[in-house]
């Protein structure tokens, strides 16, 4: 049983994009399923990524168990989702992840990935003076999506790179749809953001200050609520759902070009931006192995140091190996 949700906020029309508003948290999980019955498996996803990856390689089908998809624009009201039992699974990048740990939310690591870091970036407008991150000094910066993001880390890395500090910039906070639509209007001058929304930006003109190769990890994380973990029947499920998703990253690093065809039309984005998001991939899914708990830890350590965490984090607390074999 399969629930699909319509295209993600950013693409939809100026009026819905602040659908996933904070102010709207309790409507938006009452809308993806608060009251869920326990046999139904809830899989999260940000900007209908998994979903089109699972429907283009034609995966996800006549399995033993119900599913449906509960879609967010970004990874902080994902895990509010996962925090209120509303969503099993959410798949997410390594701070925002790390920001929902240290915040409580009941979640293990059952498996990982590793993107390119050309898939988060500081963006300018195209015909904005500042050339440079030296050039941020005493600027605003809005990031996607809320403190612990991995544009929120990109930032933190890019200005120690430049030789600034966090307090040499303003920093504001917005989730992705809402940023976009500021973007778009040039009430933002500098916006810290990631995958499809960066790439449509970038199709609308938008230059790249910064990418995060070199400063972020790339590591992306399919987590899962510890709430649903205790369930035998959910965590059969969620191990075939890793199986499946194992299946759909292999497709789809195979067959770009159709994958980016299905993503387009799934997310509603133009063929050019579906293929920049495809190209900026190529992740394979693995085990939650100790290498990878150990570079996740550098991130938390970082994140912490900064005072951008409100305790410390022991990520190799978090894994659960016993889903995902690979």
Same mark, same amino acid.
């Given at each position: ?14 009026? =819905?994009?602040? $659908?996933?508003?904070?102010? !709207?948290? &309790? +409507? *938006?999980?009452? #809308? ?114 809320? =403190?612990?993001? $991995?544009?929120?880390?990109? !930032?933190? &890395? +890019? *200005?120690?790179? #430049? ?164």
């Amino acid at each position: 049983m399969a629930v699909y949700r319509s295209r993600p906020a950013l693409l939809d029309a100026p009026s =819905r994009r602040g $659908v996933l508003g904070a102010g !709207l948290a &309790g +409507a *938006l999980l009452s #809308a993806c399923g608060a009251n869920t019955p326990d046999e139904v498996l809830v899989l999260g996803d940000q900007a209908n990524l998994s979903r089109a990856k699972i429907e283009a390689a034609g995966l996800l089908k006549d399995r033993p168990y119900a599913f449906r998809w509960a879609n967010f624009a970004g990874a902080a009201p994902l895990f509010e989702a996962v925090m209120a039992g509303a969503v099993d699974t959410a798949p997410a990048g390594d701070t925002p992840v790390l920001a929902a740990a240290a915040a409580g939310v009941p979640i293990k690591l059952v498996a990982a990935s590793q993107s390119s870091g050309r898939g988060v970036a500081l963006l300018v407008a195209g015909n904005s003076p500042i050339k440079t991150v030296q050039d941020l000094k005493g600027r605003s910066v809005i990031v996607s999506s809320a =403190r612990g993001s $991995v544009a929120h880390y990109l !930032l933190l &890395g +890019a *200005l120690k790179e #430049a030789g600034l500090q966090l307090s040499d910039v303003k920093i504001g906070f917005m989730l992705p749809g809402d940023a976009q639509a500021a973007f778009d209007a040039g009430r933002i001058e500098v916006w810290g953001t990631f995958g499809l929304y960066q790439a449509l930006a970038e199709h609308r003109g938008a230059r790249v200050l910064r990418d995060g190769v070199g400063i972020n990890t790339g590591l992306n994380f399919i987590t899962a609520s510890q709430r649903a973990l205790v369930s035998p029947a959910k965590r059969r499920a969620i191990a075939d759902a890793l199986e499946q998703f194992a299946s759909a990253n292999l497709w789809a690093n195979a067959h770009k070009d159709a994958y980016a065809a299905v993503f387009a039309k799934v997310t509603g984005a133009p063929l050019d931006v579906a293929k920049l998001v495809v190209e900026r991939e190529n992740p394979v899914l693995k085990p939650v192995t100790p290498a990878v708990t150990a570079r996740l830890q550098t991130v938390a350590d970082t994140f912490f140091q900064a005072g951008l965490l409100p305790k410390a984090v022991n990520t190799a607390a978090l894994a659960d190996t016993s889903l995902f074999a690979g």
